[in-house]
């Protein structure tokens, strides 16, 4: 049984136990003659460059705010379509339905952001056409932060929604149907199946997935983000993340070291939340905590 985790462990140990050594570099002038343990020693002024910009609570907030927003409307959408689809009856519909929900997955952030620009441009965008087809004026939508607040979060469900759906129907499908059948006998409708047997039935499921999600809740979708917003500066207040005002600062000083601070400070604080809620899941209910 050991030798045949072996192939695990060394994974693991490779790709992510021993990059971890690179956590020095956050506290080093980096150079590139010196190396890792050649460049000097500069103690926490790597950190400093975050707390002096003056946008470390701005930064921090967005990240944490559109994340959570992502996790939450995510599962509880995931959880309903996973359901809607186990009640269909018709194997090709359903087979369907599954396919067309799980396609944008499979949509790389690049085309997105085409796809985006095409909507929404002032000129020739096709939501600016429909509204001069109307006789009304043409809106900016790349100078109104608010939108992008929510257009963020739509473009974000509409790629991640289906395969959140997957791992919820698979766990729909695992429900033994002796529940349901006895819930029938007892004359259960169709609404008091579902809130009694089956959403009970997936919160484990959505415990595990909330505590993976929240170790990278400081970790911003940057493909994301910075390819449906890129320089757009009058946008940057509602949608500037974590990475992407790492990436624009690393583009002009190419500092590897505060690169790898802020990246040290996302892990550090989504480590202690994941331990944190963990507990809490813990002393509520023993069997759907992580460890």
């Known amino acids: 049984m050991f030798l045949m985790l072996l192939p695990t462990i060394l994974f693991f140990f490779i790709n992510s136990y021993i990059p971890m050594v690179g956590i ?9 003659r010196g190396g890792l343990f050649g460049s000097p020693f500069v103690g926490l002024d790597n950190f400093k460059f975050l707390w002096k910009s003056g946008k470390l609570a701005e930064l921090t907030l967005n990240t944490i705010g559109y994340n959570a927003a992502f996790i939450v409307f995510k599962n509880v959408l995931a959880i309903v379509l996973a359901i809607l689809l186990s009640e269909i009856h018709g194997k090709l519909f359903k087979k369907i339905t599954q396919s067309i929900l799980f396609l944008p997955y499979f949509v790389s952030f690049v085309l997105l952001s085409a796809i985006s620009y095409n909507m929404f441009n002032y000129e020739t965008g096709f939501a600016n056409t429909f509204l001069k087809s109307l006789g009304m004026q043409p809106f900016n939508f790349y100078g109104a932060p608010w939108v992008w607040v929510i257009l963020l979060v739509v473009f974000y469900l509409w790629k991640h929604i289906g395969y959140s759906m997957i791992i919820y129907l698979a766990s729909i499908t695992g429900i033994s149907d002796e529940y349901y059948e006895a819930a029938r006998i007892d004359g259960a409708t169709l609404r008091q199946r579902i809130w009694y047997i089956t959403v009970p039935m997936l919160k484990p499921t959505f415990v595990l997935l909330l ?41 002009e000083t190419f500092d590897i070291g505060m690169a790898t601070a802020a990246g040290l ?27």
């Open 211 to 251: 505590l993976f999600s929240l170790g990278s809740i400081m970790k911003g979708q940057f493909d994301l983000f910075y390819q449906l917003i890129g320089n757009n500066g009058l946008l940057f207040g509602s949608t500037d993340i974590i990475d992407t005002y790492v990436f624009r600062s690393l583009k």
């Open 265 to 291: 400070y996302q892990s550090v604080f989504g480590f202690i939340l994941i331990v944190s809620v963990n507990y809490i899941i813990k002393k509520i209910n023993e069997d759907y905590a992580l460890f």
């Open 24 to 32: 020095y570099f956050a506290f080093t002038s980096f150079d590139f």
